[in-house]
């Protein structure tokens, strides 16, 4: 029964690889949205294999995040299908509750992925109507053959390092991504530039502005803020029930609205909004508003200083675009992440050359050929456990009509076996 969920397949060996027949689909990726499709698969008796270039499951939130993060909206819209939260569970869960939380999901729908395989390529074979994934192992290549590919490698599979003048040829200090913080311990006294004024730009700065670091922020374009909580409701949540009711422009007039009243103007702190409402513009870019959980009270104390972009770098400082240098001892960038789909799956009818499926939600997770695509919607955990549930009803239908078919051939072989007898 174990092995109906993770390899159900046949290998045979040619010249120095394996190849090994999928009796379901080939998962690649096993951060919440492939956990999530697997669960469901295995809720429709659909057996299916899950690979992984880490050694871990969700190795963004257990190897790539900082030590305070916390879920920054309520509970109850990112817990993955068939299995909520414990409800012993804060309403923002922890980073090591929420790790804690994904392990005994994988657990509960017997989810056992192949660790430490990274995918080289993945097409689809016209000749014989299946896809071909081929991936390597400390040295060792391994090829998949299935009808069904998911592509659940995320939004957020590789950092971007954008290119600043002098910031890899001039500058001295210490330089990293966000990914690589962990706490502002070290930081601690320190001159701290940190580029990008997103939720994780804002969260780092809160962070090293508490372990009395001289933090800095970089802000070089508009940026919504909103408070993570309204009267003690949250924000996210408030949104989601007017958008059920109310045109979209009119919640996020209303919510700017509720915001002001709540954190007062930020123009004078150098945060100017964008013309375009925060709802709006995730619709259309799914670039995210900031959730403040604290950042805004270190920017009014000037305990974080808002500073505009960079011109260049020198050895141990930082020239802005208005003229004024900074000295600063390290550069932290908290400027986002990419997909990496285009440079492993061979195919561009569904996926366009940014990474993310040409369709917009709802219909970002069916391509052609056996094609799926989970956790690109830019809607967070909720938008992934949607796909995960779309992915498993369309592929277990398939399954069933053909495994039924199969047991009909096999009962009508028999059949004839018994009357030749």
């Known amino acids: 029964m174990e092995n109906m969920f993770r390899l159900t397949a046949s290998e045979e060996y040619f010249s120095d690889r394996r190849c090994v027949w999928v009796n379901g689909p080939v998962i690649v990726g096993a951060g919440p949205s492939g956990l999530a499709t697997a669960a469901c698969l295995h809720d429709q008796g659909v057996p299916f294999v899950v ?35 414990p409800d012993h569970y ?21 989810i056992k992925p192949e660790f430490n395989k990274s995918v080289d390529s993945a097409r689809f074979d016209e000749t014989s109507g299946l896809w071909r994934v081929r991936t390597t192992s400390a040295g060792d290549e391994m090829e998949y053959i299935c009808r069904w590919l998911v592509v659940a490698t995320g939004e ?15 500058f001295d200090g210490e330089v990293i991504h966000a990914c690589e913080y962990k706490s502002g311990e070290k930081f601690r006294g320190k001159r701290v530039l940190v580029v990008g004024c997103g939720n994780s730009g804002m969260e780092v700065s809160l962070d090293l502005a508490n372990h009395n670091a001289i ?13 993570r909580e309204i009267m003690g409701k949250s924000t996210f949540g408030i949104s989601v029930m007017m958008m059920k009711w109310l045109p979209l422009w009119l919640v996020d007039k209303l919510l700017l609205i509720l915001s002001w009243l709540v954190l007062g103007s930020l123009s004078k702190y150098g945060l100017k909004r964008p013309d375009i409402g925060p709802m709006e513009l995730k619709s259309m870019t799914g670039k995210t508003p900031v959730l403040d959980i604290g950042a805004l009270e270190k920017i009014k104390s000037g305990d974080v200083e808002i500073v505009p972009a960079i011109k260049q770098f020198s050895r141990h400082n ?4 208005d003229g004024q240098r900074l000295d600063i001892d390290a550069v932290v960038l908290a400027t986002g992440y990419r997909s990496n789909v285009p440079s492993w799956l061979q195919e561009s009818e569904f996926f366009s050359k940014n990474g993310f499926p040409k369709s917009p939600f709802p219909n970002a ?22 796909d995960a549930v779309n992915i498993a009803q369309d592929i277990g239908n398939v399954w069933r009509e053909e495994t039924k078919r199969q047991k009909m051939r096999r009962n009508v072989g028999h059949r004839r076996c018994i009357s030749v007898a």
């Open 365 to 386: 997770w069916k391509g052609k050929s056996g094609l799926y695509a989970a956790g690109f919607t830019r809607k967070g955990l909720a938008g992934a456990s949607a």
């Open 156 to 170: 957020n599979a590789e950092r971007v390092v954008p290119e600043i003048n002098g910031l890899k040829t001039e």
């Open 51 to 85: 690979v992984e270039r880490s050694d871990c499951i969700a190795s963004l939130w257990q190897k790539r995040t900082y030590d305070r993060l916390k879920l920054h909206l309520p509970k109850k819209f990112c817990q993955l299908p068939k299995m909520p939260f």
């Open 90 to 110: 804060p309403e923002y869960p922890t980073k090591r509750q929420f790790i804690d939380y994904l392990e005994s999901y994988a657990n509960r729908f017997e």
């Open 318 to 321: 930082v020239e802005l675009v």
């Open 215 to 227: 933090t800095s922020m970089v802000v070089r374009s508009s940026v919504h803020v909103l408070p």
